[in-house]
């Protein structure tokens, strides 16, 4: 902890606060769905209780029930009910999913490739203020968009953006902290998401109902936008790149291509790898199933229940805490266990999340937020337990190629996979069956496959203590 002096303190909250616009801004459009799908008019329409329609009649209780109205003319024969945009529907999804995650890896890749090659020219500090001006400037122009198409672009350029955040924050980060510091940094840095995805309730709910100046849900993209435009500056004009040239490294690397991409395979193309990745593709989807889906589905069941605040303490309290948790419970494991009980930690945690996530589903509030609050505690554990083992099974000279690598496949799955929601919901004529399914369904499933992906470290583990042995 000795080497976290002001200056890299001022840093690391610069790039943390950025972080948390970026997925403020991210998130944004999971919370405003309605509202904004109503104005630009997409998606799905579903039949709706008119608040303002008064009855002075006792056979209130036993009166039609909207939500049950499949068409437009049986809605709109009831007078208490009206016909209007849910913020559901395949549009949604691709909004919500395909036109960010696409845009957002092939960017994270090409930028990861970019910095590397510009080593000596490219300043990250510079990149990282370009892309939140970008992400900023988008969510800004969001709150202005009168039309799907431009809606769909603008979320393009907050990806675009966001996507400079991680790779970029992670290597500076490496370069300030020394190893005894660095997963603290690392950590605080992460709380990205959690604050990000809390505040997009917070902004989403209480500032669009707060109907400032008369924007309704075009308020809080503008609001959103404004702290990341001055990060964008202070990022630009007070901090710099740290970057220390090492020569040595990158004339090793360009020396020998042929030999560094037979590295690159054996390295990610191992067993543990392949299997890992394939757990990560269902696991990274269950979680953005419910991130994609999580007000839409308390809107539609229990409309009248106010989720803001409930939501921002389970992701802000319960992902921050599971997040040092995974890591700080497998580094005491792997001390008497070896490598594999890392694996076996998130195999366990992610089993535990399931029943959570059922219960999140089945009970009404708040009770669904009392489990949806423990269900973070173990479910967020996993992304620092899984990136800890990667970084330890492959060759150090191939580990930030392999991260990316994986990176990219896993959200090019799992960030597209969540529009099976739509027609799931279609098929079963319910929307709690299509996420029970795709939620804590692939979260089960993701458990057995990395409690799967130990079994060869296991094994390798095994001949290199009798391999000890045997020499000793």
């Known amino acids: 902890m000795g080497d976290m002096t002001v200056s890299k303190l001022y840093f690391l909250s610069l790039m943390t606060l950025s972080y948390i616009v970026g997925e403020l801004t991210h998130f944004l459009i999971n919370t405003t769905s309605r509202e904004v799908a109503r104005e630009v008019e997409f998606g799905e329409k579903s039949c709706f209780v008119n608040g303002s329609f008064v009855s002075d009649e006792e056979e209130d209780k036993e009166r039609f029930d909207c939500s049950e109205s499949k068409n437009e003319t049986q809605c709109g024969s009831e007078k208490h009910c009206y016909w209007e945009y849910s913020g559901l529907g395949i549009q949604y999804q691709v909004l919500a999913g395909p036109s960010f995650i696409l845009v957002f890896i092939f960017s994270a890749v090409f930028l990861a490739i970019l910095s590397d090659w510009l080593y000596d020219k490219l300043s990250r500090t510079l990149m990282l203020s370009v892309g939140t001006a970008t992400f900023s400037t988008a969510c800004l122009l969001m709150g202005l968009a009168g039309q799907y198409w431009q809606l769909v672009i603008l979320r393009m350029m907050i990806a675009a953006g966001l996507s400079v955040c991680r790779p970029v924050s992670g290597g500076l980060i490496a370069e300030l902290f020394s190893a005894s510091s660095r997963g603290v940094a690392n950590g605080i840095f992460s709380w990205g ?178 489990c949806l609050i423990v269900y973070y505690f173990f479910a967020e554990t996993w992304f620092a337990v899984l990136f800890t083992v990667i970084v330890e099974i492959v060759d150090p000279e191939v580990r930030s190629t392999c991260i990316a690598i994986f990176l990219f496949l896993m959200n090019l799955v799992g960030g597209n996979l969540p529009v099976i929601v739509a027609p799931l919901r279609s098929y079963f004529n319910d929307y709690r069956s299509a996420l029970y399914l795709v939620w804590p369904g692939f979260l089960t499933i993701s458990a057995f496959i990395f409690l799967l992906s130990s079994l060869p470290l296991w094994i390798r583990e095994k001949k290199i203590n009798k391999q000890y042995s045997v020499n000793k």
Request: proline share 6%; hydrophobic share 50%.
């Open 193 to 370: 998401v959690y604050y990000g995805y809390g505040l997009a309730f917070v902004f989403g709910i209480y500032i669009t109902r707060a109907d400032v100046l008369g924007y309704g849900w075009r308020a809080p993209y503008v609001l959103a936008a404004l702290p990341g435009l001055v990060l964008a500056v202070l990022l630009a004009t007070t901090v710099k790149d740290p970057r220390q040239k090492d020569t040595e490294a990158t004339a090793k690397a360009s020396s020998d291509g042929r030999a560094y991409f037979r590295t690159l395979a054996r390295s990610f193309l191992s067993p543990s790898m392949l299997i890992l990745l394939l757990a990560a593709f269902f696991r990274h989807t269950a979680g953005y199933c419910w991130a994609y889906n999580t007000r839409l589905f308390f809107q539609t069941y229990y409309p009248d229940f106010d989720i803001g605040l409930w939501t921002f303490s389970a992701s802000v309290f319960g992902g921050s805490f599971g997040v040092f948790a995974g890591g700080f419970f497998s580094d005491r494991l792997v001390q008497v266990l070896g490598l594999p009980s890392r694996l076996w930690l998130l195999s366990a945690c992610t089993l535990l999340a399931a029943p959570l996530a059922v219960g999140t589903l089945y009970f009404p509030p708040p009770g669904a937020f009392g």
